[in-house]
């Protein structure tokens, strides 16, 4: 069992960065991918990014690619994303995901555990 808890959300200008952090529960941490997902107001929820266990592969939507990064701190148990040159159509709640998988980790359901998300909105 993992537990996610997404923090760093907030409202940001065009062209601005935030960074969102999630802990993690559990001693297999380190044995598992992590993800964020997104879902915009009245939309599906959608993959933003991901990073593997094993090699630390990344993963990135082509919306986020150059823009976002995501790290992972195994000691720490948490897995970041930073966000930088933000704009407004990426406004939407942020969630946290983790699967013991390694492939195909870029769609939901290929992740076990979710956190409960955090808001961010970026203004024009």
Not at 2 to 27: K, T
Request: aromatic share 12%; hydrophobic share 35%; with cysteine.
């Amino acid at each position: 069992q993992v537990q996610l808890v997404e923090s760093g959300g907030g409202l940001v200008q065009a062209g601005g960065s935030l960074r969102l952090s999630c802990a993690a529960s559990g001693r297999t941490f380190s044995r598992h991918t992590m993800g964020w997902f997104r879902q915009p107001p009245g939309k599906e929820r959608e993959f933003v990014a991901a990073i593997t266990w094993s090699t630390g592969k990344t993963y990135y939507a082509d919306s986020v690619k150059a823009r976002f990064t995501i790290s992972r701190d195994n000691a720490k148990n948490t897995v970041y994303l930073q966000m930088n040159s933000l704009k407004p159509e990426d406004t939407a709640v942020y969630y946290c995901a983790a699967t013991p998988r390694e492939f195909g980790v870029v769609t939901v359901p290929m992740y076990d555990y979710w956190g409960q998300g955090t808001q961010v909105t970026v203004s024009s």
